[in-house]
């Protein structure tokens, strides 16, 4: 079956680290791949989207290459914030039955 | 423009007892699901409405679970008969035509004593 699987958390860096978040997906076809992010307190928020093979999602200074061949779509920025800190989701879905397919989330936690 | 809104924001009952999660969709938005948050399962897929179309269900685990949606805009989970393990945060998505953008609410906190 269809299934996401994310890098175990939680993840601490420093302020201004680089952050990278696994995320690697099983699909029949060719899904959709999202990242969600949680912030404390609040609801799912789109970070950012790839629809297909080779596009990049950005958004926040996050970004994400959807990569048919690996199989991944893993979250990257340069210099994380504290405000960053949250939990992540990966998330895959088909055009077809538009539902979501998510990982089990990681926690970022950045330090000043 | 307004989100999507759900009521209530925190719902305890006694176990047994039946429950109603209401979702308050995006206007114009076509596209409708549920989804449930528990520290367990992560989160899961439970109901999908789309327009007119008969509802996806393949995600509601259990027949004590049932979802309607009236006119096409609001819709209201059911629990029947809760358990403990039905204690989560039901969070609701909505989604326009054709986009695979989904908006999710601020959910909606399930405790079940």
């Known amino acids: 079956g269809n299934s996401v699987t994310q890098m175990e958390g939680p993840v601490t860096l420093s302020e201004e680290a680089f952050l990278t978040i696994n995320c690697t997906y099983t699909?029949?076809?060719?899904?959709?791949l999202f990242w969600y992010v949680q912030y404390p307190g609040e609801g799912l928020q789109l970070l950012l989207k790839a629809t297909k093979a080779d596009d990049k999602g950005s958004n926040k200074g996050f970004e994400a290459t959807y990569r048919k061949e690996t199989t991944s779509f893993h979250l990257e920025k340069g210099s994380v914030q504290v405000s960053d800190s949250a939990v992540y989701f990966c998330a895959l879905s088909f055009s077809n039955t538009g539902k979501l397919i998510f990982g089990q989330g990681t926690t970022l936690q950045v330090k000043p | 423009g307004a989100g999507v809104s759900q009521s209530p924001s925190n719902k305890v009952t006694e176990k047994g007892k039946d429950v109603e999660l209401r979702c308050d969709p995006i206007?114009?938005?076509?596209?409708l699901y549920w989804y449930r948050q528990s520290l367990g399962q992560g989160l899961e897929f439970l109901i999908y409405?789309?327009?007119?179309?008969?509802?996806?269900k393949s995600g509601l685990p259990s027949d004590r679970f049932s979802a309607e949606r009236t006119g096409g805009s609001v819709s209201t989970l059911t629990i029947q008969r809760t358990q403990q393990e039905d204690s989560a945060v039901y969070l609701c998505?909505?989604?326009?035509?054709?986009?695979?953008?989904?908006?999710f609410g601020p959910g909606t906190r399930l405790t079940v004593t």
């Open positions: 206007s114009g938005h076509t596209a």
């Open positions: 409405f789309q327009g007119n179309s008969a509802p996806d």
């Open positions: 699909a029949t076809g060719y899904p959709s």
């Open positions: 998505a909505s989604s326009s035509g054709g986009s695979v953008e989904q908006y």
